[in-house]
C-alpha cells in the first residue's frame, strides 16, 4: 500500500524557517516525481514545487521561488520542504504528493499524505 | 498567473448528471492535454480522479469522466450519488514561470 506521511509543520514567527518531510513507503520512491501542494485554511488548493525522481531537476510556484527548496533522499525514502523566510501567507497544511509513474511535469498527482499545518504567526 | 476559473458551486440530484467546466487560456488549459481533476472531501486530501483531460486512474469510477473544448476543460458525473458531494478542482500544466496551476475550486451539492 503506497503511504506518504508528513511531518515537521508547526508554529513559525514571520522571518523564521521551517523543514517539512514526507516518507515514502509501498512504491519504489525513487522512481517517481514528487511534489509539494498547500491549503491555507478554507481555501483552494495551490502547487509549491514538484522534483524528478533524481532531483535533477526542481519547478517552484512564483511566490516562493528564492525563500522555499524541495529535495529529496532516495536512500531515506524521504520528501524535504526548507521554507526560509516564512510570511503570513505561507500558512497552510502542506500536502507532499506523489506523481502518477510516467507525468514528468504534468499535474498528476496520484497519492496524497494526510498534510501538515505550518502556522506563520508572530 | 491566475487561478484557472471554475464556477464556486454546483449541484445536482442522486442520479442526475452534473458538469463542472474549468476555463483557462492557451498558456494553460487550452495549450496542452494536461488537465486533471481532484476530489476533496472536507478534512481529506484531494483525490486524482481525472489526468490528461479524460483519463481515470485505477479504481475511480467510470461516472467521472473529462473533456476539454478550447481553453476549457469539463468534469461531467453521471448518476450522482451522495458520497460525490464534494470540492472538485481543476488543474493544468502551464508554460508559463509557474509548471501548475489550479482552480479555485468548486462546491458539488448533492440535494
Known amino acids: 500500500e503506497v503511504q506518504l506521511v508528513e511531518s515537521g509543520g508547526g508554529l513559525v514567527q514571520p522571518g523564521g524557517s521551517l523543514r517539512l518531510s514526507c516518507a515514502g513507503s509501498?512504491?519504489?520512491?525513487?522512481?517517481?516525481?514528487m511534489t509539494w501542494v498547500r491549503q491555507a485554511p478554507g481555501k483552494g488548493l495551490e502547487w509549491v514545487a514538484n522534483i524528478k525522481q533524481d532531483g535533477s531537476e526542481e519547478y517552484y510556484v512564483d511566490s516562493v521561488k528564492g525563500r522555499f527548496t524541495i529535495s529529496r533522499d532516495n536512500a531515506k525514502n524521504s520528501l524535504y520542504l526548507q521554507m526560509n523566510s516564512l510570511r503570513a501567507e505561507d500558512t497552510a497544511v502542506y500536502y507532499c504528493?506523489?506523481?502518477?509513474?510516467?507525468?514528468?511535469?504534468?499535474?498528476?498527482?496520484?497519492?496524497w499524505g494526510q498534510g501538515t499545518l505550518v502556522t506563520v504567526s508572530s | 498567473q491566475s487561478a484557472l476559473t471554475q464556477p464556486a458551486s454546483v449541484s445536482g440530484s442522486p442520479g442526475q448528471s452534473i458538469t463542472i467546466s474549468c476555463t483557462g487560456t492557451?498558456?494553460?488549459?487550452?495549450?496542452?492535454?494536461?488537465v486533471s481533476w481532484y476530489q476533496q472531501h472536507p478534512g481529506k486530501a484531494p483525490k486524482l480522479m481525472i489526468y490528461d483531460v479524460n483519463n481515470r486512474p485505477s479504481g475511480v469510477s467510470n461516472r467521472f469522466s473529462g473533456s476539454k473544448s478550447g481553453n476549457t476543460a469539463s468534469l461531467t458525473i453521471s448518476g450522482l450519488q451522495t458520497e460525490d458531494e464534494a470540492d472538485y478542482y481543476c488543474s493544468s500544466y502551464t508554460s508559463s514561470s509557474t509548471l501548475v496551476i489550479f482552480g479555485g475550486g468548486t462546491k458539488l451539492t448533492v440535494l
Open positions: 504528493g506523489r506523481l502518477l509513474y510516467g507525468s514528468g511535469k504534468r499535474p498528476n498527482f496520484d497519492y
Open positions: 509501498g512504491f519504489t520512491f525513487s522512481t517517481y516525481w
Open positions: 492557451s498558456s494553460d488549459v487550452g495549450g496542452y492535454n494536461y
